[in-house]
T-cell receptor, first 113, second 115 residues
């Protein structure tokens, strides 16, 4: 079945550090890939997405590239800010399903000033 | 602003009682909504797909008689945890898709504690 594996957290960085959160997936067919972010006290929000191989999703300085050969969708940001502190979820939506999302376990990120 | 709301945001109940959680789509008529459950430090697990005007579709292993879902209108889906027990304590989150079906919009979640 479909599954998503994220690097375990928590991750703690200093402001302006480089961020990578690893995400790999297992899926049949050609899934769409997503990163969602959950800020404290809020619901999950879509951060970025990619729908086919080699696509790069980007938003708010974050980027992730859909790598079919390594079945990965790692999240990166060149210079993190305190306001980036949140829980990040990698997810996939199989093309075969309706609109169901399969999530990774989430990675809690804390940025210290 | 928020496009999906949930009520209540948290609830404490006694074992054996039933609890109803509401999920509202604030800006879109949603024929399909989703209910997830999130355990501490774990991922969101899809429980069921709520379909307006018809029966919900439950994921494997989810007891449909335990978790009753009603999607009576295009803006409201409810999840009722019947005869709740401490193991039902969790964070319950609903979502809806956007017009194109690609993106999901999530509610802020409801934390349930069963004593």
């Amino acid at each position: 079945g479909n599954s998503v594996t994220q690097m375990e957290g928590p991750v703690t960085l200093s402001e302006e550090a480089f961020l990578t959160i690893n995400c790999t997936y297992t899926a049949t067919g050609y899934p769409s890939l997503f990163w969602y972010v959950q800020y404290p006290g809020e619901g999950l929000q879509l951060l970025l997405k990619a729908t086919k191989a080699d696509d790069k999703g980007s938003n708010k300085g974050f980027e992730a590239t859909y790598r079919k050969e390594t079945t990965s969708f790692h999240l990166e940001k060149g210079s993190v800010q305190v306001s980036d502190s949140a829980v990040y979820f990698c997810a996939l939506r199989s093309g075969q399903g309706a609109q169901k999302l399969v999530f990774g376990q989430g990675t809690r990120l804390t940025i210290n000033p | 602003g928020a496009v999906v709301s949930q009520h209540p945001s948290w609830v404490i109940c006694k074992s054996g009682t039933s609890v109803k959680i509401e999920c509202r789509s604030l800006d879109f008529q949603a024929t399909t909504m989703f209910w997830y459950r999130q355990f501490p430090k774990q991922s969101l697990m899809l429980m069921a797909t709520s379909n307006e005007g018809s029966k919900a579709t439950y994921e494997q292993g989810v007891e449909k008689d335990k978790f009753l879902i009603n999607h009576a209108s295009l803006t409201l889906s409810t999840l009722t945890v019947t005869s709740a027990h401490p193991e039902d304590s969790s964070f319950y989150i609903c979502s809806r898709t956007g017009g194109g079906g690609e993106t999901q919009y999530f509610g802020p979640g409801t934390r349930l504690l069963v004593l």
